[in-house]
């Protein structure tokens, strides 16, 4: 088993669950020295992705997951990483009981771009699920989005 820190949808461990059963949820924490953006505008279908770029004056709110072999397989087809869409880096996130070295998804293209206000609300929705607190979740309700325009 690995340590998978999720910034995402896969905050939400309702979602985690249904994507990767055997991967309990450990706890959760922070990413130091990274910031929540968005890039990668023209791969994805509705707006840009979410990814994360270092940033030592920020912080995002993470969930981590002891990911299994079989689980990390389907967590690399869902982000796409056996593609090259997103690349898995490691990093350290503080929880309240210390730091621990993990891995994430970092998209492979630039940052910029917008996300659909589908995609921030997701995001909304999985880190309040998560317990985030709420200035977090309430900032990510906030940020610049586009309108899927249906």
Do not use: I
């Not at 922070?30 to 940033?55: C, H, I, N």
């Not at 072999?69 to 990093?91: C, F, H, I, M, N």
């Amino acid at each position: 088993m690995t340590l998978y820190a999720a910034y995402g949808s896969n905050l939400d461990p309702a979602r985690m669950s249904e994507r990767c059963p055997h991967s309990p949820l450990q706890t959760t924490g922070w990413l130091t020295g990274w910031r929540l953006t968005f890039g990668g505008e023209d791969l994805g279908w509705d707006g840009a992705l979410p990814t994360l770029v270092q940033d030592p004056l920020e912080q995002v709110f993470v969930a981590v997951y002891d990911v299994g072999p079989k689980d990390e397989a389907t967590l690399d087809g869902w982000e796409q990483a056996d593609s090259g869409l997103y690349r898995k880096t490691k990093v350290r996130v503080s929880t309240m009981t210390g730091e621990l070295v993990v891995w994430t998804y970092v998209l492979d293209a630039y940052e910029g771009g917008l996300p659909s206000a589908v995609t921030l609300g997701v995001l909304a929705d999985a880190a309040e699920a998560a317990d985030a607190p709420e200035d977090y979740v309430g900032a990510l309700r906030r940020r610049p989005c586009r309108s899927m325009g249906l």
